[in-house]
């Protein structure tokens, strides 16, 4: 059984720049969900896709987008940088229901300079 | 109020202590529960899901108390290894969003 992937694991950009940030979900599960994780907090809920749809999205700009593609993998999209976009960005998988956890990928540490 | 919120730690204990780390959730509707470890710089782990009657891991026990909006976590006899940020989570439900506490820091000293 595979675990969740995450592409690439550091990114340096600069304010203004877009980036997109990879996934591929645990064997097995249909279900992704990105976080955002600021230095010393808890992550945060981005958006969650199930079947190639958006179906959950927390209080971030919509600069933030994603995709899900047909073998469950994700890609998280952000535009126009800003400063306070570095952090790290964590993707999870999981089946439809979430009730047993979610596998948490190693992330991707983003810093805008 | 925040939806999930912890004990602001750091918890300095030395080998052997037990621990207790208490959460609270403001979401009635939360339907599952869980414990997760996150180390320095590495993605979070599933440590344990908490049931309404409680359950036990090893040294891990949690506990829900669904009335008080109220999770726990005891860890019996602290390692070293235990050493990590401890996060508590929620899931609401509806679409599954997973709703994380800001996490209690644990250090374990000799």
């Known amino acids: 059984e595979t675990g969740v992937t995450q592409s690439p694991t550091h990114l340096i950009k600069t304010r203004g720049q877009q980036v997109t940030l990879r996934c591929s979900s645990q064997?097995?599960?249909?279900?992704v969900s990105w976080y955002q994780q600021a230095l010393g907090q808890g992550p945060q809920f981005i958006f969650q896709?199930?079947?190639?749809?958006?179906?959950g999205r927390g209080n971030f700009p919509p600069r933030f987008s994603g995709l899900q593609f047909p073998n469950y993998s994700s890609e998280l999209n952000v535009n126009a940088l800003e400063l306070d976009d570095s952090a790290l960005y964590l993707c999870?998988?999981?089946?439809?229901?979430?009730?047993?956890?979610?596998?948490f990928g190693s992330g991707t540490r983003l810093t805008v300079v | 109020r925040k939806e999930v919120e912890q004990d602001p730690g750091p918890f300095n204990v030395p080998e052997g202590a037990t621990v207790a780390f208490n959460c609270t959730y403001s979401?009635?509707?939360?339907?599952?529960f869980f414990w997760y470890r996150q180390d320095c710089r590495k993605e979070p782990k599933l440590l344990m899901s908490?049931?309404?009657s409680g359950n036990e891991d090893g040294r891990f026990t949690a506990q829900l108390n669904r009335a008080s909006q109220y999770i726990s976590l005891l860890i019996r006899d602290s390692k070293l290894s235990d050493s990590a940020t401890y996060l508590c989570?929620?899931?609401?439900?509806?679409?599954?969003?997973?709703?994380f506490g800001a996490g209690t820091r644990l250090a374990v000293h000799p």
């Open positions: 908490v049931y309404s």
């Open positions: 979401n009635s509707a939360s339907q599952s």
């Open positions: 064997s097995g599960h249909n279900t």
């Open positions: 896709y199930y079947r190639e749809e958006e179906n």
């Open positions: 989570v929620v899931n609401t439900g509806g679409y599954n969003k997973l709703i």
């Open positions: 999870a998988s999981s089946d439809r229901t979430g009730r047993y956890g979610y596998t």
